[in-house]
C-alpha cells in the first residue's frame, strides 16, 4: 500500500451555511469551494453536541457524547476512553495536531491506574492521541492564559508586548479612540485587530501546518489535524478581512415573533442569556456578522495557500482532505447568540471530504444528503487507512462507501441523527432547580423532523418539510401526537444501544457463542442419551469403576 | 470512629424463596432466619443480570450492566471501571475475598494503559478491587480448570489423589455401580459426593473465611466478601446433606401449560435449551432439587459455624452482615432451567442486612419491601464506612436509611428496578439472526407490572398484582397497549441517564455552572452597559488610550 495521509481541517463554530458551497448568497469561499468541486459535499451532518469540547470528544473518539461521557467543556474525558490516536496510530498512521482540541486529561483517573501524566500514555492521552505539533486551543482571556502559549510568544517575537497577554489585547482586541478595547465586547468589532493579517491566529495555524509538512520526514503516514480557533469569539478580524463584508452582506435574521410567545421552557432559558439578549439587536448582527464572514474567508484563503504548497509537494494526489466545523452559531437566529441548543444553526455543520483515490472519481463535485455525524469521521479515518471499524468501540460509520462507490438506493444508513446538550454549566442552571446529572437535552432528527428532548421540560418538534427555518414549535400539538411518541421512541432506541462494550469484540462475541460446552461446561444434561449428538469429548463422561 | 467491619456473603445461584425465613415451607435455613431476625430481610432485591459475572459486577461497582460494559460472563471489565476496592479502600477499608467473583481482567485495556499485570493496580483491577485472600470461581470441568487451583491443592492433600482434578471428579462427582458419574450430569445427583462434607466447597470456603478473621491484624476495617461457589450447579451435594431433603419436601413447579402456546419467541428459545427440557421432566425436579436444598442447609451450617466464631471474637458487635445472592435458578418453573431470563425465578434475589449499630435497633426482624437492586450494596458500604455516594459513578442507592432510620412514608425511592441480558454467547443465538451487539433484553419491573423488552422480538408483560406466579404474558394484550407504553417509557427514562460522567463529580459541576464568567470568558455582551450588575473583575474592559 503506498503512503497516504489524511489532512483533518477542523473550524470552530463555523456555521453550515456560512461557505459559497453550501449556499451562503455573499459569502467568497473559493478555495473551500473548489475542494467540494474535488469531493462530496455532504449536506445533512450533524455534530454530537453544539458544544465545542463533547463535539469533539465525540469526533476524536468516534462515539457519541453519553457513551464517552465527556459532556462539558469542562469535563475530562475518561483515560480508558480509546481516542483517534489509538485507532490510527495502530494502522500505522502517525496523528499530529495543529491547533485546538479542547482535550481535558483525566487526572484523577491516570493517578487511579498508575499513568504518569508525563509518560508516553499520559501524554498520548492528554493530547486525545494527536501528537501536539502544537497544540492551542484559543479563547485565552487573561484570567485562564497560559504563560506558555506559543501563539503569545511568537506575537511578542514580532513585537506585539504592550501586554502580557498579546492574544487577547493585540489579536483579539481593536483600537478605538478612547483606547484598546476587547473583543469579548462585541460593539466594536467591526474594527480591525490589532494584529497584522500575518500574525492573527488563522495564518499563524496554517503556517504551523506547513512547517509539519515541511518537516515531516515522507516515511509514515500521516493524519494532520489542523483545527483553527476562528471563526470563534472573540470576533476579531484583521484587515482586511474586517471590512471584506457589510450590513450589506448580510442574510436576514431567521426567527419568528410567535417564537417568543409560549417558548418551551429550556428554548427560552437560552434565549435570555445574554448572547441572545445581544444578538437580537440587529446593530449587533450588523457589527458581528460581516467580521465573522470575514474571519470565514480569511481561513479560505489560509487554505489556498496551504493546498498551493500541497499541491507543489505532490501531496494532493494522496491525501484525504476533510474540511468541516465542531458546531455552529445561532448569530441572532432564533433570538440567540453562541451555539448550545438544536436549531441547524448550531447543530449542523459543513463537511467536505476530497479523497484523491480514482475510486473517487465518481463522486466529485457531489452532494450527499445523508445523515452524517460528526461520529463518522474516525471510521471513515480507519477503514481509508485499512482498518476494520470495531463495532463495540466506535458508534459511528464509515463514510468511504459514499465517497469511492456511491451506495446503491436502499442500502441501510442511520435514518435518523442524535445530538445531546448538557446544560449544567448554563448560567441558568439554578432556575431549573435540577442537579447537574439531571440537565439533559437530545434532539432526534430524521430528515422530515426534529424533536428535542430533555427531561423535566415538555418536548420541542419541529416540521423540517414544512417549515425548514424550525420556526413551529409542534411539541404541544395534539395532531403530533403520533411523531411525537415515534419520536420518542427513536432517542430511546439509541439510548438502548450497548456502547460500553470496548473490551468485547463483536468477532470475539461470535466465536463465543455456546462456548460453555465448547470449554467443557454442559448445562443441563440430565445423562448421556440428552447429549445425543453433541461432541462427547466436550461432555463429562461416566468413569470406568476402578 | 470505631473500628467497624463488613462481613459480605454471596451465595451463587440461591433462589430469593429457598430459605426459611424468606417463606419456603420445608426447607432448614436457622442460621440465616436468624440472621433475618437481628436484621432487614429486603423482600423485593434484584439482581442487574440474571447472569454470574454481569451480576456481581454491576455488585462490585455499584452500577447497571450497560454502565460498566461487562454484560456477558465472558467480558473482561474495563480496565477504567472503579471498582469496590477504589471506593473503600480510599476510605481505609481493606476489601479482602474469599471465593468467587467471576472477574475477568481488561488486559488489552491494561496493556493499552501500560499498566503490568503483576503490579499492585494491575492486580487490583484483576481482583474486582478484592485482596484475594482465597480467588475460586468455582466451576473447575477438566476443560479448563487451573492448574494451580487451591482448592484441588487442598483435596489432593487429604488424599483425593485418583484424579488430577479433583474439584471435578471427586467433589463434584457421584459413585454409581457404574463407575464415577460427574456432576455435570443431573441423572444421578441425589447420590453423596465422592467427597466428605469437611472436604467440600462450601465448609472449606468457610474455614478460610475463619482462617482471615483469625489473622487479621485488627488494625484496619476490612470488608470479607465470603463468596460461596454453591448452590450453583454441578448440583452434588456431600452427606448427609444429599439425603437431608427428599421429593416430598420440593414445591411443584410453577408453570402452566398456557406458557407453551403462543410463547413470546425468545422466551421459548431459553426454554428450549437443554437445561429447560431437562428441568421440564419431574424426575429432574424431584432428583436434583432435594439436592440444592441440601447445599443450601449445608452453607446455613456453615455460616452457624462462622457466626458463632464471630461471636466468640466479639466481631459480631461491630460487623455489618450482608446475606444475598448474584441471581436465581428455574429449578424446572416455567419449564425452564438455570437462569437467565426474568421471572422472579432468575431475577430476584435474598437479601438480609444485620447491622449492629444501636441506631438499627428499630428496624431488626423487619421486612423491607422496597425495591432494591444488588447495585445499592455499595453505596450501602461506603456510606456504613462513612463516605459519600458519587452520584455521577454510582447507579445504586445507599440502603442505610431504610436500616437505621426508617424513612418517613413518602421519601422517594426508585419506583422501578431494572435487569439485563446480553444473549449473545446463547447456543440458540444463530436462530435469532442478530448480531451480538443486538443480543440485548431488558426487564423494568415495577411492584405492579413486570415488562420485558428485546429488540426485535415482541414485549413481554405480566400483571404481578393478579398474576404473581407470571404465567400470563399480557404483552401482546390490546387492552395493554397503555401500561406497555408506560413501562417502555420507564425504560427509555432509565436508559437515558448519565451513568458515564466519572470524571465530574456532582459536586464539582454545581462549582462550575456560569464557570466561564468567572475564569473571564464573557459570553456574548455587547458593552460594559450590557454586563451591568455583573463583577467588573470578571470583565474585561476598554483599555485606557497609552
Not at 342 to 370: C, M, N, Y
Not at 453 to 466: I, M, R, S, T
Request: glycine letters at 8%; hydrophobic letters at 35%.
Amino acid at each position: 500500500m503506498s503512503k497516504q495521509n489524511i489532512l483533518f481541517i477542523m473550524c470552530d463554530q463555523l456555521r453550515y451555511d456560512y461557505l459559497g458551497c453550501t449556499g451562503h448568497p455573499y459569502i467568497k469561499t473559493p478555495n473551500i469551494d473548489a475542494l467540494a468541486r474535488r469531493g462530496v459535499n455532504f449536506t445533512n451532518t450533524f455534530c454530537q453536541s453544539p458544544s465545542c469540547g463533547p463535539s469533539r470528544m465525540s469526533t476524536y473518539t468516534g462515539r457519541y457524547v453519553s457513551s464517552h461521557g465527556s459532556s462539558s467543556n469542562w469535563a475530562p474525558l475518561r483515560v480508558g476512553e480509546k481516542n483517534i490516536g489509538h485507532h490510527l496510530n495502530a494502522l500505522g498512521m502517525r496523528t499530529v495536531l495543529v491547533g485546538k482540541t479542547h482535550m481535558i486529561a483525566d487526572k484523577e483517573g491516570m493517578e487511579r491506574l498508575g499513568v504518569d501524566p508525563e509518560s508516553f500514555i499520559g501524554v498520548h492521552h492528554s493530547q486525545a492521541g494527536f501528537e501536539a505539533y502544537e497544540r492551542d486551543d484559543g479563547v485565552h482571556p487573561d484570567g485562564m492564559v497560559k504563560p506558555d502559549l506559543k501563539y503569545n510568544k511568537y506575537l511578542k517575537s514580532k513585537g506585539y508586548n504592550e501586554d502580557d497577554n498579546p492574544w487577547h489585547w493585540a489579536a483579539n482586541s481593536v483600537d478605538t479612540d478612547a483606547g484598546v478595547r476587547s473583543g469579548f465586547f462585541n460593539d466594536k468589532v467591526d474594527l480591525a485587530a490589532r494584529v497584522s493579517d500575518e500574525d492573527s491566529e488563522t495564518p499563524y495555524m496554517t503556517r504551523r501546518a506547513i512547517d509539519f509538512l515541511t518537516e515531516e520526514g515522507n516515511q509514515e503516514p500521516w493524519l494532520l489535524h489542523l483545527s483553527f480557533i476562528k471563526p470563534h469569539w472573540p470576533y476579531v478580524a484583521p484587515a482586511p478581512y474586517n471590512t471584506m463584508y457589510s450590513s450589506k452582506d448580510i442574510i436576514p435574521a431567521i426567527k419568528s415573533k410567535a417564537e417568543l410567545e409560549n417558548t418551551n421552557q429550556l428554548f427560552k432559558h437560552f434565549m435570555e442569556r445574554v448572547s441572545g439578549k445581544t444578538f437580537a439587536k440587529e446593530v449587533a448582527r450588523e457589527t458581528v456578522i460581516p467580521t465573522y464572514m470575514g474571519l470565514i474567508s480569511q481561513i479560505d484563503d489560509q487554505l489556498g495557500i496551504l493546498f498551493d504548497f500541497m499541491d507543489k509537494k505532490g501531496l494532493l494526489d494522496n491525501t484525504l482532505i476533510i474540511f468541516t466545523g465542531d458546531h455552529g452559531d445561532y448569530l441572532g437566529d432564533h433570538w440567540m447568540g453562541d451555539k448550545d441548543y438544536f436549531h441547524d444553526q448550531a447543530v449542523k455543520v459543513p463537511l467536505i471530504i476530497a479523497d484523491p483515490s480514482s475510486a473517487a472519481d465518481g463522486t466529485r463535485g457531489s452532494k450527499e444528503e445523508s445523515l452524517v455525524e460528526l461520529i463518522d469521521l474516525l471510521p471513515t479515518f480507519i477503514e481509508y487507512q485499512g482498518g476494520s471499524v470495531a463495532r463495540n468501540v466506535l458508534d459511528g460509520c464509515s463514510l468511504l462507501s459514499k465517497i469511492r462507490d456511491k451506495e446503491t438506493e436502499g442500502t441501510k444508513w442511520r435514518d435518523y441523527t442524535v445530538s445531546e446538550f448538557d446544560y449544567s454549566c448554563q448560567v441558568f442552571r439554578p432556575k431549573t432547580n435540577k442537579t447537574p446529572l439531571e440537565c439533559r437535552s437530545y434532539m432526534v432528527a430524521t430528515k422530515e423532523w426534529k424533536y428535542i428532548y430533555a427531561p423535566g421540560f415538555p418536548p420541542v418538534l419541529f416540521d423540517l418539510k414544512n417549515d425548514p427555518n424550525e420556526l413551529v414549535d409542534l411539541g404541544q400539538s395534539e395532531q403530533h401526537q403520533d411523531i411525537l411518541h415515534l419520536m420518542f421512541s427513536k432517542l430511546a432506541e439509541w439510548s438502548l444501544q450497548y456502547r460500553q462494550r470496548e473490551t468485547w469484540s463483536e468477532e470475539h462475541n461470535e466465536h463465543m457463542t455456546g462456548i460453555e460446552e465448547k470449554l467443557g461446561v454442559p448445562i443441563g444434561y440430565w445423562d448421556e442419551a440428552s447429549a445425543e449428538g453433541k461432541d462427547p469429548g466436550m461432555l463429562p463422561v461416566r468413569k470406568e469403576k476402578k
